[in-house]
């Protein structure tokens, strides 16, 4: 797991992490293409035809994916950060979940977008906007993903309370020796951060919660 420092705000450098000079995504990621690539790809009928036959599936509007990789998780989270866009970030719960820590994941999958941009939510596909700074994301799986204490921190605000603390003790269980730092550094993000809706909330959570693994549960490594 990756605990970045706080960096100053201010609007997405250009990335270069698996991304064209655009910022797009790698175009065949996990098996995820945009409708361009795969008729660029495959032919426009024959991309068609896979359709009709449920050979491909377009989970989001301008995205397909193979059917037979349809509901795996990194497919989805490829699948969404197509459809939202250049300097998109899997955040939240999604992103805690491609960390390693799956407690609070459900079926939808999240992603922030720069507050110049717009797209509204789908069906599966939650869309929140933010400043996105890139000291604040790593790659993992080849996938734009909210540090773990970024994500972390938007779980306890937002999320509901015992999911967001399940992920939260699953992520100390996890980092070990180093989770008093850990929630050290969510705690400072926490009191740095501006919205501050639901940070009473999330510090109370942030007491509460276990620094050590419970019986049974194993001290695993980063992703």
């Not at 426009?44 to 359709?51: H, T």
């Not at 050290?184 to 909330?201: I, K, S, W």
């Amino acid at each position: 797991m990756t605990a970045n420092i706080i960096c100053p705000e201010g609007p997405p450098p250009v990335a270069a992490q698996h991304a064209d000079s655009s910022g797009w995504p790698h175009p065949s990621l996990h098996g995820a293409m945009t409708s361009g690539d795969a008729e660029r790809l495959l032919g426009r009928a024959e991309l068609a035809a896979g359709l009709a036959e449920d050979q491909w599936v377009e989970p989001w509007f301008g995205v397909v994916v193979p059917a037979t990789r349809v509901h795996d998780p990194l497919t989805r989270a490829a699948a969404a950060l197509l459809r939202a866009g250049p300097y998109s970030v899997l955040s939240g719960a999604t992103a805690a979940a491609i960390h390693g820590c799956d407690s609070a994941a459900d079926d939808v999958v999240h992603v922030t977008i720069p507050y110049h941009r717009e797209l509204r939510s789908q069906p599966d596909l939650a869309i929140h906007q933010a400043w996105i700074r890139e000291c604040d994301v790593v790659e993992l799986d080849g996938l734009r993903t909210q540090a773990l204490d970024v994500a972390i921190t938007e779980l306890l605000c937002t999320g509901p309370n015992r999911p967001a603390l399940d992920c939260l003790e699953q992520a100390l269980a996890q980092l070990g020796e180093t989770a008093d730092q850990f929630r050290a550094l969510v705690g400072e993000r926490l009191a740095r951060r501006r919205d501050r809706r639901g940070t009473r909330q999330a510090a109370a959570l942030l007491q509460l919660a276990w620094s050590k693994p419970r019986d049974g549960e194993l001290v695993g490594g980063a992703r």
